[in-house]
Structure formats: structure tokens, C-alpha cells
């Protein structure tokens, strides 16, 4: 069988993270790497023998011999690359978040539905060791009534992702995985209030958020992110149900912060995580474990047998439409209610 030929654009962690994966994958072999900065592109080729460095992302988008893009640019980027690939009949995987605002999401969603190729979108945490063993768990703890979920990281620089050009901030950068999270556990979110804001100056988008979300179930929760956390670079959940509790928690950079435990009637129970073994640990982020690597494999085995992906356009709309909401919810101070 010839393998399935993968072209990234985009050549910073992600596409180093992805070039890494697909490479390893027995039915794909990456093929060709685009970067703004060119010289970055042809270093990647390089190290991937049988891959080029192309100089424009549309030679790229067009080119017959692709049959996979991987979207790992920054996020005004993701519009144009996605419409444009879909439309020259390559699958699509998409870095997170999927666009910068819900009328982006709508022209993708509508260019997607209109194709036949599979596209995905890089929530790449539903295939951590810990989100899915939470998955595996949920039926122990009844309905969920409540969600709280945090995510932290020390990043004191400025840089691209600090742009309003990116169309938001942290919430975008992080709290797009946890709100996925959210809707995947509790269901949709109904309404929302929000307060985010820019906490270092020179960034020109929040760099500090709190949401307070109510779901279509009843259920409420609140999520916060911010690039101050000084703690660790930690990622924290917990679901509260009528049976039970679960808490969970891992990071970026760490494999030994991932943990999962549960509490119900009987006390707390030990849960084991099925953790990877070395050689099979991301390079760039060892804390994610093997999630990059599952993605893939989940991603290819959707275009190899014609599923549908777990996390797609619709979902990667859905969240990006309560990040709008939360936006909205702090200029205006109040009460948003979703759909918009
Ligand atoms: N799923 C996850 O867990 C995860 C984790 C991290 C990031 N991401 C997502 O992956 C994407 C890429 O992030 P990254 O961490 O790989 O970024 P990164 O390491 O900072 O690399 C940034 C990339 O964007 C390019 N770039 C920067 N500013 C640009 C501009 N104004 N116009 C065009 N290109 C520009 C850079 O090109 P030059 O080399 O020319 O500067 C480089 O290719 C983002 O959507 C991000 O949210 C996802």
C-alpha cells in the first residue's frame, strides 16, 4: 500500500511535533515543510530525507504529490491554508484553535461540509493517557453538576501569539483545549460570564481569564487560564457528579505530573494510567506523553477506513463560539447566551 504524503505548514514546535509523528506512522511519510522564514523549512527537510522546503504555502496547498496538510502556522493563517487545502482536495489537520473568530469557523465549516477530505482539528489533550482514562471513568460518577478546570503556564515573553492579528489570547492559546474538555464531558454551553484581561501591557490580547459556564444539562463550572502560574506549568480538572468525583491533572512538560483519581461513596480509589513507555514520549512537550502520536493515528485511521474525527470542524466552531462569547461577555459586562 503507498503511503499517505504529508506536507506541513508551518515549521516552529507544532510542525516539529507533527513532522516527528508522521514520520514514525507505517502508512504516511512526510513529504514537503513551507515556513514563513524559509531557512527554518529547509533545516526540517533536511533531517526528513525525502522531503523539500517549498518557498509559498500555496505551492504547498496545490501540490499533487500531497495528500495530507498539517496546519501548524499561527491562527490568522488558518483560514486561508485550510479553505484553500480542503479545496485542493487534501485532508486537513488543523492546529488549534481552528480560526480566530466564529465567522471564520463558519466559512471552514462550510468549505468542509462541501468536500469529501477529513479534516480534524488539534485537540490533541482527548488523547492523553489522562483525559482518556477521565473518559473511561465518567459513568462511575453519576450526572455531572459541576466542572472546574485550570490552566497555568510562566510565559513572560511577547510574541506572535501576544497579537490582537491572532483575534485573542490565552483563552485561545489554552482555554481552547479546556472548553473542548468541557463540551466532550458536560455537553454544550448555554450561557456564560466572563472577565478577561490583559494583565502584562505590552500584549495587546488577555493574558488572564476567568469564565463562568453554564451547560444545556444544568451543570455549571468555571474555567480559568493565564500565562503567570508560577506554581508549574500545570493543567488541573475536576467533575463533580451525583455518584462521584474525579480530579485529574497533568502538563505540558512533564511526564510524572499526569494523575487521575476518583472518589466515590467507597473513598478514594487508586487509578493506574496506561503511560507510554520512553521511546514513545513526545519530544517537545514529554508532559503531553504520546497524545500527538494517538492523534495521528486516530487521524489516519479515519481517512484509511472513512470515519469521521473525533474532534472536527464542528467541534473546533464550538469552541471558538464560547470564546467569542467570552470576549463579548466582558465588553459588554454581562451574561452571554449561546448559541449567538
Ligand atoms: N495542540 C497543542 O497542544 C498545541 C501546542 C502548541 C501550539 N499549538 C498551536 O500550533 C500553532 C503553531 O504554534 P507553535 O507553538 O508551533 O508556534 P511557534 O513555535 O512559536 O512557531 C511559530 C510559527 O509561526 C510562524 N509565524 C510567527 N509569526 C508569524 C506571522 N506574523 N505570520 C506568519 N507566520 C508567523 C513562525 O514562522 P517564522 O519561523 O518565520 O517566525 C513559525 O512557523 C498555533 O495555532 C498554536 O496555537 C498547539
Redesign the pocket.
Known amino acids: 500500500m503507498s503511503k499517505l504524503r504529508i506536507g506541513i505548514l ?6 516539529k511535533v507533527y513532522a516527528h509523528w508522521f514520520s514514525r506512522h507505517p502508512h504516511t511519510q512526510v513529504v514537503a515543510f513551507y ?3 524559509y531557512s ?1 523549512a529547509k533545516d526540517l527537510a533536511e533531517k526528513y530525507p525525502g522531503s523539500r522546503a517549498m518557498s509559498s504555502w500555496q505551492e504547498l496547498t496545490e501540490d499533487p504529490g500531497v495528500d495530507i496538510i498539517a496546519i ?6 488558518h483560514l486561508q491554508q485550510f479553505t484553500a487545502a480542503v479545496r485542493s482536495g487534501k485532508h486537513v489537520l488543523c ?3 481552528m480560526a480566530r473568530n466564529a465567522e471564520e469557523c463558519r466559512q471552514i465549516c462550510e468549505v468542509a461540509a462541501a468536500s469529501s477530505v477529513k479534516v480534524a482539528v ?1 485537540f ?2 482527548r488523547f492523553h493517557s489522562v483525559i482518556q482514562k477521565v473518559d473511561e471513568l465518567l459513568p462511575r460518577i453519576g450526572e455531572i453538576f459541576h466542572l472546574d478546570f485550570v490552566f497555568g503556564m510562566y510565559r513572560p515573553e511577547v ?3 501576544h497579537q490582537s ?1 491572532q483575534g485573542g489570547g490565552v483563552l485561545m ?1 489554552l482555554g481552547s ?1 479546556l472548553i473542548d474538555l468541557a463540551i466532550h464531558w458536560a455537553g454544550d454551553i448555554s450561557a456564560l460570564s466572563a472577565q478577561n484581561r490583559i494583565i502584562s501591557a505590552p500584549r495587546e490580547v488577555e493574558d488572564y481569564s476567568v469564565n463562568l459556564l453554564e451547560f444545556s444539562s444544568g451543570a455549571m463550572g468555571y474555567l480559568s487560564c493565564n500565562y503567570f502560574d508560577r506554581r508549574s506549568r500545570a493543567i488541573f480538572g475536576n467533575l463533580i457528579g451525583t455518584t462521584g468525583q474525579i480530579s485529574w491533572q497533568f502538563s505540558s512538560y512533564d511526564p510524572q505530573d499526569s494523575g487521575v483519581s476518583l472518589y466515590t461513596d467507597s473513598g478514594k480509589e487508586e487509578v493506574l494510567l496506561d503511560m507510554p513507555s520512553e521511546n514513545d514520549i513526545d519530544l517537545v ?1 514529554p508532559g ?1 506523553l504520546n497524545s500527538f502520536g494517538r492523534e495521528i493515528d486516530h487521524f489516519v485511521d479515519c481517512i484509511l477506513n472513512d470515519k469521521e474525527p473525533l474532534a472536527g470542524p464542528v467541534e473546533g466552531r464550538k469552541a471558538i463560539e464560547v470564546i467569542d462569547a467570552s470576549y463579548r461577555s466582558t465588553k459588554q459586562c454581562q451574561r452571554i447566551e449561546l448559541p449567538a
Open positions: 508551518g515549521c516552529g514546535k507544532m510542525g515556513n514563513r522564514t527554518r501548524c502556522t499561527p491562527s490568522h493563517e492546529e488549534k484553535p488539534g490533541q489533550m510574541t506572535w501569539r492579528l492559546e483545549h512537550y503531553h
